[in-house]
């Protein structure tokens, strides 16, 4: 069975830093194919595309916020980090991670978190 | 940068009736790597559709999946009450950014 979750802080102030954490079972982030992805939901709108990392590491980010996004990952704890700097109360969304095979969509997703950017 | 345009914006219908819903990409979507999503509130969405025809696992057939290079369509062959929701189209061909449509909404009429 396949499951993950994000964890995190809930409030944010502005120009903070914002680190999530996904933690997942039922796969190996170093299978050959395998990658978590970020989206992100902003309270009544659509989805959103940020970062994926890969097996192999390769990493790939979203264009328009490439320079405030860092994804990592642990192979050995089932995790993967995803760092967004200089949040702003338009980065209010809720966060997900979702698992993917190469050449497929998302098909896994977390439950999502919801994180506010407010002094 | 591939744009989906999802239409129309919000679909009032009835239990029982067919839904058609469509997604336009402002450049073909390679290999029609184009997905379709259900999302219910609150919950995490649900991969229904890849590949532009496939259906995931699980999924019943009363959802199908048609299109090619830049026009798509998911339809919902009799709506039952669980099917009303949001649906979001998704490109993910070869180089991100992997973009989401706006989505459509099917409300119970």
């Known amino acids: 069975q396949i499951t993950l979750k994000e964890s995190g802080p809930t409030l944010v102030k502005p120009t903070q830093t914002l680190t999530l954490t996904c933690t997942f079972s039922g796969f190996s982030l170093s299978t050959s194919g395998v990658g978590v992805d970020w989206i992100r939901q902003p309270p009544g709108k659509a989805l959103e595309w940020l970062a994926l990392i890969y097996w192999d590491d390769d990493k790939r980010y979203s264009p328009s916020l490439r320079s405030r996004l860092t994804i990592t990952k642990d192979t050995s704890k089932n995790q993967v980090v995803l760092s967004m700097t200089n949040m702003d109360p338009v980065d209010t969304a809720t966060y997900f991670c979702?698992?993917?095979?190469?050449?497929?969509?998302?098909?896994?997703w977390g439950q999502g978190t919801l994180v506010t950017v407010s002094s | 940068e591939i744009v989906l345009t999802q239409s129309p914006g919000t679909l009032s219908l009835s239990p029982g009736e067919r839904a058609t819903l469509s997604c336009r990409a402002s450049?073909?979507?390679?290999?029609?790597?184009l997905a379709w999503y259900q999302q219910k509130p609150g919950q995490a969405p649900r991969l229904l559709i890849y590949?532009?025809?496939s259906r995931a696992t699980g999924i019943p057939d009363k959802f199908s999946g048609t299109g090619s290079g830049t026009d798509f369509t998911l339809t919902i062959s009799r709506l039952e009450p669980e099917d009303f929701a949001v649906y979001y189209c998704q490109q993910y061909g070869s180089s991100p950014p992997w973009t989401f449509g706006q989505g459509t909404k099917v409300e119970i009429k």
């Open positions: 590949g532009a025809s």
């Open positions: 979702a698992k993917r095979r190469l050449g497929a969509p998302p098909a896994y």
């Open positions: 450049q073909s979507v390679s290999s029609s790597y």
